[in-house]
């Protein structure tokens, strides 16, 4: 049902849908940094996060501009429902939510947000989200006459992008199939057990560091749990394609400056931005190479970790500094 939206551009020439494509994308962009700027870090340092925006994670901005994919549409409905959630407007952060998730479905997993809002019917919000997007998927079924279980195959199993790995697709799932390929491993059982274990224990993790954080003296802990969420969410997901790294431009940038104890922010913010295609290396061996082209992901578990350093740091103390840039 989803596919109905793209019907609008059979209307044109080529030539046009792509120019009317690319114009959208384009607008789309100017919004979300609009979105991310005003609404997700506060005042100073603008010029160094945009020029961040550009070159974060492989620019990972700009390599969805180039393939064409929907992923900066997908981030503007995410972060414009992350706002109304801030904003105590659980409804319609449901609502965009669901939207972003009729295509990808992994989207989903932000409703999960909703139990830490404090709204008391947020419970309600979730069971009734989860039915709605249920029915969603029923009408495929129903107005396409699709195979069911050929839908099914291809909306769970195959969002791990069997054929694709590496730098275009560096997610732990891809670098399981990669390293058990190494080892002349490839059996599908002994995949999908270690990325259950790997997803199993960042999930545990981050629930237990985020409960047991008592948060005091923060204002903005459900601005913490959103930014939170999304790392988390981009170590979890079973495809997390090179321009799916969008989602981890704002909390990287974010827990770079609120590490000060570490240091400057600036040496993070460069190696996040370091661009590490591996056809511009020369050739290493396999595992080095199998390393380098994990670089992405390899920066999500950095991010991940001051996240998790920070949450310790407010176990311990209160009061701490505002979360944002």
Not at 111 to 130: E, N, R
Not at 299 to 311: D, H, K, Q
Request: with cysteine; glycine share 8%; net charge positive.
């Amino acid at each position: 049902v989803a596919l109905v939206f793209y019907r609008f551009f059979t209307l044109f020439s080529y030539t046009t849908a792509f120019s009317v494509f690319l114009a959208c994308k384009l607008g789309a962009v100017a919004a979300l940094l609009w979105l991310w700027r005003t609404r997700f870090l506060d005042e100073g340092r603008s010029g160094l996060f945009f020029l961040f925006c550009l070159f974060a994670f492989n620019g990972a901005l700009f390599i969805d501009l180039y393939n064409g994919n929907i992923a900066v549409f997908e981030q503007l409905l995410l972060w414009t429902a992350f706002g109304f959630l801030l904003n105590g407007r659980s409804a319609l952060f449901c609502v965009f939510v669901l939207i972003a998730a009729s295509c990808k479905i992994t989207p989903l997993f932000f409703l999960a947000l909703l139990l830490f809002a404090g709204d008391p019917k947020g419970k309600i919000y979730l069971a009734v989200s989860l039915g709605l997007f249920a029915g969603f998927h029923l009408s495929t079924f129903l107005a396409m006459r699709v195979e069911p279980a050929g839908f099914l195959q291809n909306a769970f199993f195959a969002m791990g992008s069997a054929g694709e790995g590496g730098v275009i697709n560096p997610s732990i799932l891809s670098l399981v199939r990669e390293l058990l390929r190494m080892f002349s491993c490839g059996y599908p059982f002994a995949q999908a057990l270690l990325f259950a274990a790997a997803v199993s224990a960042v999930l545990w993790i981050s629930c237990r560091a985020f409960a047991r954080c008592a948060f005091a003296g923060r204002d903005d802990r459900l601005r913490f749990a959103v930014l939170f969420a999304c790392v988390v969410y981009a170590l979890v997901v079973p495809r997390m394609k090179d321009y799916s790294y969008v989602i981890l431009i704002v909390p990287a940038f974010v827990i770079f400056w609120r590490c000060d104890g570490i240091g400057s922010a600036v040496p993070l913010i460069a190696m996040s931005s370091f661009c590490t295609r591996p056809d511009t290396l020369p050739l290493l061996n396999a595992g080095f190479m199998v390393a380098w082209k994990y670089y992405p992901l390899a920066l999500a578990f950095v991010v991940w970790g001051l996240y998790l350093r920070c949450l310790r740091q407010d176990k311990r103390a209160a009061g701490r500094p505002h979360i944002g840039a």
